[in-house]
């Protein structure tokens, strides 16, 4: 399954408010281990995760879609 998530959203934001991939993710109450693999593209995901991903970055999360 193919990605959709525009990862550079999510990483832009990580590196605008010089957060960890770490710090975001328990931001967002997410595993870590999740994140990483979001953002690697190695897992698809869970629609929760990515509301949850929204609300931490404060946009609607039909913005986070290709």
């Not at 959203?9 to 281990?33: G, S």
């Amino acid at each position: 399954m193919k990605n959709f998530i525009k990862k550079s959203l999510i990483e832009d934001y990580i590196k605008e408010k010089n957060l960890t991939r770490e710090t975001f993710a328990k931001m967002c109450r997410i595993p870590f281990k999740t994140l990483n693999n979001i953002l690697s593209g190695r897992k698809s995901f869970y629609i929760s995760d990515i509301f949850k991903i929204s609300k931490a970055l404060d946009i609607d999360m039909t913005e986070l879609f290709d």
